[in-house]
């Protein structure tokens, strides 16, 4: 089966910055698209970024120009570096396979158990 692991989250002060890991793990041939998204406390879950296999990327409007997403298709893995945290920024981080190729078959939407980030002084 597949499963995802995150990890980097921990406390970080306004203004500082964390990087987060995440690596798929299976028989995954081909990740078309991963991702990362954030839940708080009483919200739902949003989209931060996502990658594509090509390297096309898209981030929500309140992370553009502060977060950067990245992908290493040989590792299966995929990074997001945080910078200039605001306490908005405080969540659970999740990691998303949107669609991947397991053999003869397309899979979708596998999430990893999620990592907190909290932006607090």
């Known amino acids: 089966q597949v499963q995802l692991v995150e990890s980097g989250g921990g406390l970080v002060q306004p203004g500082g910055s964390l990087s987060l890991s995440c690596a798929a793990s299976?028989?995954?041939?081909?990740?078309?698209?991963m991702g990362w998204y954030r839940q708080a406390p009483g919200k739902q879950r949003e989209l931060v970024a996502t990658?594509?296999?090509?390297?096309?990327?898209t981030y929500a409007d309140s992370v553009k120009g502060r977060f950067t997403i990245s992908r290493d298709n040989a590792k299966n893995s995929i990074y997001l570096q945080l910078t200039n945290l605001k306490p908005e920024d405080t969540a659970v981080y999740y990691c998303?396979?949107?669609?991947?190729?397991?053999?003869?078959?397309?899979?979708?939407?596998?999430w990893g158990q999620g990592t907190q980030v909290t932006v607090s002084s």
């Open positions: 998303n396979i949107d669609r991947a190729r397991v053999g003869a078959t397309t899979v979708h939407n596998y």
């Open positions: 299976g028989r995954i041939d081909i990740i078309y698209t």
């Open positions: 990658i594509t296999n090509g390297g096309t990327t």
